[in-house]
Antibody, heavy 122, light 113 residues
Framework: QVQLVQSGAEVKTPGASLKVSCKAFGYTFTDYYIHWVRQAPGQGLEWMGWISPVSGDTGFTQKFQGRVTMTRDTSISTAYMDLSRLTSDDTAVYYC???????????????WGQGTVVTVSS | DIVMTQSPDSLAVSLGERATVNCKSSQSVLYSANNKNYLAWYQQKPGQPPKLLIYWASTRESGVPDRFSGSGSGTDFTLTISSLQAEDVAVYYCQQYLTTLITFGQGTRLEIK
């Protein structure tokens, strides 16, 4: 069955960088866009951006421009989200999610990773 | 970006009663070419990722109980739980996916009265 399995919890100091991975199981990785969504403690869902597993093309919300990089390794069906220059405001659970229609960016998400807890603290 | 605004922020409803959550978009999410509203609803329980409930504004995801229903078009949408059960305590989010810059509402917390 379809699964997205994310990397484990991270503790970072301010100014450091973060890399979260999202490994896909149970479907053809290159068929579906991967999105990244984060959720600060007690807050709502914040969409960050997407990556095309085929081309590596990406799109982000303006808030993260210049600080986020999304990549993928098709040989191991894994997507990555890198976030640099971390501050305490980046403390959140980071989720990867899969769009439900092949080769379509803007779609609803029917599969989510389990979430990666990231704490940024000095 | 399309801004999604939910109301209320929190809601307390008695078991067996109806719960209604509203979602308003800053511009229409109805795509005229296919007459579909690009609007989804998610349920999130503590410590879990969101779960898809409704897409295309009113299509229930497989396995979602039929007490959950979605309605609306254009800019105004509603999620209705016809008879609240204890397991429905959660935060509910709307999401627009009309554009490649996807946005969520701020969430509505649903509790038992």
């Amino acid at each position: 069955q379809v699964q997205l399995v994310q990397s484990g919890a991270e503790v970072k100091t301010p100014g450091a960088s973060l890399k979260v991975s999202c490994k896909a199981f149970g479907y053809t990785f290159t068929d579906y866009y991967i999105h990244w969504v984060r959720q600060a403690p007690g807050q709502g869902l914040e969409w960050m951006g997407w990556i095309s597993p085929v081309s590596g093309d990406t799109g982000f919300t303006q808030k993260f421009q210049g600080r986020v990089t999304m990549t993928r390794d098709t040989s191991i069906s894994t997507a990555y989200m890198d976030l640099s220059r971390l501050t305490s405001d980046d403390t959140a659970v980071y989720y990867c999610a899969r769009a439900d229609l092949p080769r379509t960016i803007n779609y609803y998400f029917n599969y989510w990773g389990q979430g990666t807890v990231v704490t940024v603290s000095s | 970006d399309i801004v999604m605004t939910q109301s209320p922020d929190s809601l307390a409803v008695s078991l067996g009663e109806r719960a209604t959550v509203n979602c308003k978009s800053s511009q229409s999410v109805l795509y005229s070419a296919n007459n579909k509203n690009y609007l989804a609803w998610y349920q999130q329980k503590p410590g879990q990722p969101p779960k898809l409930l409704i897409y295309w504004a009113s299509t229930r995801e497989s396995g979602v109980p039929d007490r959950f229903s979605g309605s609306g078009s254009g800019t105004d949408f509603t999620l209705t739980i016809s008879s609240l059960q204890a397991e429905d305590v959660a935060v509910y989010y709307c999401q627009q996916y009309l554009t490649t810059l996807i946005t969520f509402g701020q969430g509505t917390r649903l509790e038992i009265k």
